[in-house]
């Protein structure tokens, strides 16, 4: 087969996965929402589908926030856990990646329950295979995401114990090698101050968290040290990491948070809104407008608020303009980029 056809067998399949996907299972991928980019920011839980993204990486919808799966050689490595309601079926969709081998490694990207509710089930089906002491999977994070479900301040209640991350880093970056290739974590304060992408560098696939997310305005929790200014440069750094796809070779995948696999147009266009977004309220901050004058200008987010405004679900326009802001109007402002390019 010459080189040329090859490389259009390539293309066309990776259309096919940007289009919806291959997926293992019964499910028909059309009448997946999440194949289509309408998850909502919490869906309920239900049957919990696989999609083959690239390379070792696998794509896990319908427990809440989108899982990541490496799965290869030495088992199975998770990107995030779903709800606590999907652990069993998160557990049972592993099992057909990985019949026979446990998942040992989660690494959380945020603390945010839709994101580690499953931490506890699935550790605790998994093992270490390395160490022969071992009772469950590594569930490892950057530091601040312990220190928002442990809550050592009491504003919020604790998570149990068992859903914690047993290993942390301080670093920016952390390095895991596992199924042949490193899983880079990569800290970027976003949505919230634990915010943490990881890129899979010989799959060529980035599991953003919800530094990235295409199915509504950034969720940014301002509690737990969410900035818009943090998830702009998130999404820049994204975009340093994001090799676009030519004639040549498939580019970089991203699986979002929540919503579709991505690629570099996907973020670049996301990145482009969310910089009027944040320029558009930071205008009305300085023209000395109020929070409830803000939320009630329909003009700020008139053309986006159709595909982003998260149609009356748990994360709307109002409540995204609240939280920039909130951020815009804090002081002293945090030491993040204010340039967000
Ligand atoms: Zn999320």
């Known amino acids: 087969m010459s080189r040329h056809v090859i490389n259009l067998l390539a293309a066309s399949a990776a259309m096919v996965m940007l289009l919806g996907g291959t997926f ?3 499910a028909d991928p059309a009448a997946d929402p999440a194949a289509q980019g309408e998850t909502p920011a919490s869906v309920a839980s239900g049957p919990v589908k696989v999609l083959h993204v690239q390379g070792n ?66 550790a605790k089906a998994g093992r270490r295979l390395v160490d022969a002491d071992s009772t469950q ?25 068992p859903a914690w991350p047993t290993d942390t880093f301080f670093t920016q970056r952390k390095e895991v090698y596992f199924n042949g290739e490193p899983a880079i974590m990569s800290h970027q304060p976003g949505s ?31 509690e737990a040290g969410g ?17 676009p796809r030519n004639n040549e070779e ?28 944040r320029d558009r309220v930071q205008d009305a901050v300085t023209r000395g407008q109020t929070l409830a004058q803000v939320k009630a200008d329909k003009r700020i987010a008139l053309e986006y608020d159709e595909r982003y405004g998260g149609k009356g679900g748990p994360w709307t326009t109002e409540m995204f303009l609240e939280a920039v802001y909130k951020n815009l109007t804090a002081k002293p402002s945090p030491a993040v980029s204010k340039e967000g390019r």
């Open 24 to 26: 293992v299972g019964a």
């Open 57 to 122: 990486v696998y794509m896990l919808v319908g427990a809440g926030a989108n899982i990541a799966a490496s799965v290869g050689e030495q088992g199975v490595l998770l990107v995030d856990t779903g709800n606590e309601a999907s652990s069993e079926a998160v557990l049972a969709a592993v099992r057909t990646l990985s019949p026979k081998l446990p998942v040992q490694y989660i690494l959380n990207t945020t603390h945010k329950p839709d994101h580690t509710g499953g931490n506890d089930v699935i």
């Open 137 to 161: 999977a590594v569930i490892l994070s950057h530091e601040s995401i312990l220190n928002r479900m442990s809550a050592p301040d009491g504003r919020v209640p604790p998570r149990p114990v």
């Open 192 to 222: 919230t101050d634990g915010d943490t992408y990881v890129f899979f560098r010989r799959s060529d696939v980035i599991a953003a968290g919800d530094l990235y997310i295409n199915t509504t305005f950034p969720e940014i929790n301002v």
């Open 227 to 243: 900035h818009i200014n943090g998830v702009l440069k998130g999404l820049n750094d994204l975009l340093e990491v994001i090799i």
């Open 250 to 277: 498939d580019g970089t995948l991203v699986i979002p948070g929540h919503g579709r696999v991505a690629d570099e147009l996907d973020v670049a266009e996301y990145r482009d809104m969310v910089t009027i977004m």
